[in-house]
Each structure stands twice: as C-alpha cells, then as structure tokens.
C-alpha cells in the first residue's frame, strides 16, 4: 500500500534528460522552421489526412521532442504531402520538408 | 611518301582518345537502352527519321537555331565556333587531297597543312585557281571563327548583349577545355602567319600579309618561332581532345546522339535509362536556365538551377538540400536550347533519393461511390478555397450537369505531391485509390478545379474517361449555351498555372473563357514565360520569406497594366497570390459565377 499512486510504469516514462534527441537535432539543422510552431493547431484542422484518420502535426512535435522515434515513424507515414497545412501556417513552417526529414532522419538511425 | 613531324603527336594521340572515348560512350548507350528502345533505335536508322535527325543535327548542333531565335548575337557566337570550326576541318580536307599523294591522309595531315606544303606556284589572290581558292576560303573561314572568340570574351565583360544577365560558374576541368578552345585558333593563324611569311606565299588574306609583317619583324628567326607555335597548336588541340570527355563539350558528342534518340522516339522513363544519361551529357552549361529561374533572381538561391544540377548529377554529387530545391515550374526546360527535360530528370534523382521510408494509407475509407455522368473532383487546396467549390456548385446546378462531387467529404490526395518528393512507390498507392473510386462511378467525365490533380489525372492515371479543367469544361457548358452570361468590362490580369500551361499545355481556355467575363490585359511574361506564383509543391527547402520574394515578383509582372482583378485557373496560385496582392484575386470558376444573372 505504500506505493499507491506513485508507482512509475518504466513503458509510460518519459525522461526528458535522456531522450533521443538525434531527429531534433538533424531537423533543427535542415528546417529550422520547426522550431517556429506554437502549436496553434491551424495544420491539423486543414489536413487532408486528418479527414479520414487522426493524425495530428502537434502530436508530431511532441513526439519528435521527446525523441519517440517508434510512434513518430508511424505517425508521418500517414502525411499524403498534399501541402494544405504549409498554406494555413501563421509561423511559416514549411511542414511537407519537416516529414521528408523526419523520414530521411530515422533512416540515418539505422 | 607520308609527311610527319613530331610535333603532330599531341594532337594525333588527342583524337585517337577522343575518338575512343566517344565510340565507348555511344556504345555504352546505345547498348544500355531498354529492349523496346532498343528496337527503337534499330528501326529508326533505316528510316526517314534518320535524315531528319541529320537535319536537326545541322540545324541545332552547328547552325544554332534556337540560340539565334533567343539572340542574334549569341546565336552567331554558338555558329561561328561550331559550323566555322566544322567547315574549317571539312575544307581543309578538301584542300589537302591537292596536295596529296597518297591515297588516305593521316588525320593531322590536313590540320597542320601549311607546315608540310609551302606552295610557291599560286598566290592566295589567284582565287580562279582551286588553290587560290581554297587559301582565300580557308583564312576567311578562320577569320569567322576569330570573330565568334571576339564575341565570347566580349560576353564574359558584357552578357547583357546576348541576351544573358548571369552567365555560368565553371568548374576547373570546364575552364581548362574553353582556355584550350579559346586559344587554338589565335595559334592557328599566327603559326600559319608565321610559316606563310617565312616561305613569302601559302597564306591567304589574313595569314600571308600577317606573315609578311612578322618576318619584317622577326627575319631568319621566323622559321623557329613557326615551328614552336606549330607545336602549341598541336598540344592545345590534343589538351582539348583529352579534356573535353571531362568538360561542357562533351555535350558535343552527346548532343548528336541524343537528336538521333529523339527523332527515333526514344524518350525519358521514370528511372535512368540511356536516355537520361544522354541529356546529362548533353547539358552544354550555356547558362541560358540561369536567366529564367526565379529562385535565382527573385530568391537569391543561385546553386541549384538546371545547369548546375545536372552537372552535380555528371559528376555524382548530388545534394539532397539541392535536389528538394526547384519549383519544378518547368520554365528551364522551356527556355532550355537542347531540350533536356531537367524536371524529369530531377524527379527520376529525387526517387533514387526519397530512401526506404514507407507511408501507410490503410486509413483510406473505401466506400463505392455514387453513379454519375460527370465526376466533380475539388481536390486538397480547393478545400482551402471555398469561393471556387460554391461558384461550381452554382454553376454545375445552373447548367443542369447531372454530377457527383466525388471529394466533397474530404479528399485523397490525386498523389502528384508526393511524387513530385520522388516517392513513386507511395504516390502509386494514392493513385490507385483514387482511380478506382473514378472507374466505379461509370463516369465519363472527370472535372478538377486543381491544375496539379488536373496534370496528374492526365499523365499517370490512364483513365479511360474525358479528363478535365474546370476551365475547358466550363467553355464547354457556355458553347453549349447551357451558362447564361451578362457581360462585365472588368480590366483582368491572367495568371498561367505551371501545370496547366507548361504541364497541361493549356493556354486558350482559360483565356477564351475569361474573355467572355471580363478584359483582358496584357502581362509581360505569359503563356509559356509565365511564372510561378512561389507557392509550388514542387519545392521542399525553402523559407516561407524566399516563396514571399517569388510571389512579389510574379505579382510585380501580373499587375503590371494595372488590372482590378488577378484571376487564375488553380487554387494554390490563388490562395498564395491572395496573401500580397493589393487586387482582387479570383479564380475563373468565381468570376463565371459572378458574371452569371441572379
């Protein structure tokens, strides 16, 4: 009973000390405009995509800050680089590079 | 017996390697085509199709049409090198078997004639006599020549005149070739100068009275000055033959080769063929793409246009940064004087880039349509532009047209943006889904208000079915008179989409359609000049404040006859002219709806 309700699931933990920032880092050198995102949700709410399956450009950032490769390879296998949500940025972002180096990050892991 | 000097080795042994090297590289194309190509090119040299080829060679490769179509000065610069050196080589060969005595010559016989004939018996001002003649045509012929070199280094100091602002940065091996071309005929005519003048005739015009000047000037010592230009002409000839596999004028060889592909109807697939390799080699670095890129001149990006990519592809050093960076807006290959598809080219090193990372569309929801005639396909960005979707959906209503709105609850992508990343493989997915959801409807015509789906529709989608711009359907509906119209006298500026224009070649529909609307005014840079709005899919690494640049410029050209409406054929200019246009920006479909009675 002592550790009710502080027990830490070693899967949910995410240590921001530790994390894989190896995409973040080549992503901040190759579009430097990810960093611009507030998070305002405007891609998201355009996305082609989005129609038909959750996928989030939000949740992708998360992501990518935590250095979650695993979940964040699934989550850009989803983009169709239709190019709507570069249109409706308010920061510029130029979101269909970020998944093309997203991919071609997680390629170099290997 | 058979004339030889040593110093006819350079230039003998340049050539053979020349010749070797063209010969092995001619091979290794023809032999690496694919198997239909092949067939291609069998048939192909025993038809007519190989005399028009050996026209377009004459026409392109020496006369330079479409560089004197561009301007004439520089056209006659290209001609008086190429067709002035080639009917030197042809003529002298002409002029040497009057001398000859045995029956071939060796190949630097008739190159270095005057050192071994010094023909006393008939003076250059004889010209009713064949050797007369020939030593007037041959100085004349090499004058022309001179005067083309007189325009290339005036061009280097003055591009304006030709027509070019910026003119190509050269790699070392390029800058060895042209100093090497550049100097062999100066040598050329002092080394005759000097042999003419010592042996008092040979010469013609320009090189006896040259040669007399400088024996004035240099007497006994003339003969061994001659004889050391004779050499310099000989090496620099043979440095030019070794280095040109290795420089621009390897477009020479490659160029010849790639006409004949071409009239044979040999063309470009979707991964290297011969084909491809031909145009690479066949990029001549003239610098005329440098010009016509906006990124150049708009953005401020002066690395990647097509001259510059396709030597990074010759030389393996393609950059990924690079690649990504083109509009894809097609206007070098539009300018281009050899007609090397540089976008196609572009895609096909994009693929072999776009790595292993795959895309999961399994989300894609797969229910059969409804049955329509007449299939309405909005596409992703006319999503962002409700105006266009409700002027369809007035006009499609108005005009009776029996249609299904096939994405109007969201739409999957027609695929071409992810191919334009190279991804083939992925975009295959998208096409397939969609061009199945075309076939079930039982559709006969397909209408897109999207240039980009409207391109990709038509070229990797092989329906069976009418496939259509809203512009040309809309024509369509008001000569049938199915649109009632009132006139407006609005003064209108149009905007040529990239896909629709160069990619779709469509540039009367929207023109016509628009003329029924409104007056149209007159912009600078249209039809197949006009430029990209900056807001293209075709590029992947650029900062939104470059696109910003390109868009003010393509504005500064559309609103150059002040009009009170920008309008345009495709969502994507019309949503990225609309963030810096101080005019209206309107779609053809709106200003249809607008014109149309309450």
Known sequence: ?110 | MISFNLFVLPFSLGLIYLLYMIIRWWSIWIRGLPAEDQKKFRTGIFSRNFFSALKEVFLESLIHRKMFRRNALLGYMHMSFAFGWFLLILCGNIESRIYSTTHVNPPYYPIFLKFFIHDRTVLWFEINTVPGFFRFLMDFLLLFVLSGLVLAMVKRGRPKWFGMKRTTHHQLTDKVALICLWLIFPVRLIAESFTDGYYGAGGGFLTQHLGNLMVLIFHESSRHIAYALWWAYSLLLGIFFVTLPFSRFWHIPSEVLLIFFRQFGITAKKSTTSFTEVEIGACSRCGVCIDVCQLGYAAHIHDIQAVYFLRSVRDEQVNRDILLRCLVCGRCQEACPVGINADSIRLIERNMFSGSHASDFTYLPADPPQKAPVLYFAGCMTHLTPAIIRAMKGILKQAGVDYLFLDEKGTVCCGRPIMLSGKYEQAEKLVHFNRELILQSGAHTLVTSCPICFRVFREEYKLPIRVMHHSQFLLELIKAGKIPLQAFHRKVAYHDPCDLGRGGQEYDAPRELLAKVAELVEVPQDGEDSLCCGGSLGIYTISSRKRDLITHDALRNLTASQPEVLATACPLCKKTFSKHAEIEVLDIAEMVYDAMPE
């Open chain 1, 1 to 110: 009973m002592k550790e009710f309700g502080y027990k830490v699931h070693k899967e949910r933990l995410i240590d921001y000390d530790k994390n894989d920032k190896r995409v973040l880092e080549h992503l901040k050198k190759h579009e430097p405009s990810v960093l611009t995102c507030i998070a305002c949700g405007s891609c998201t709410a355009t996305c082609s995509a989005g129609q038909f399956v959750d996928f989030n450009i939000r949740l992708v950032q998360t992501l990518l800050r935590r250095g979650e490769i695993e979940p964040l390879k699934k989550e850009v296998q989803k983009c169709m680089l239709c190019g709507k949500c570069i249109l409706i940025c308010p920061r510029g972002v130029n979101m269909r590079n970020l998944i093309l180096a997203i991919q071609t990050a997680i390629d170099k892991l290997k």
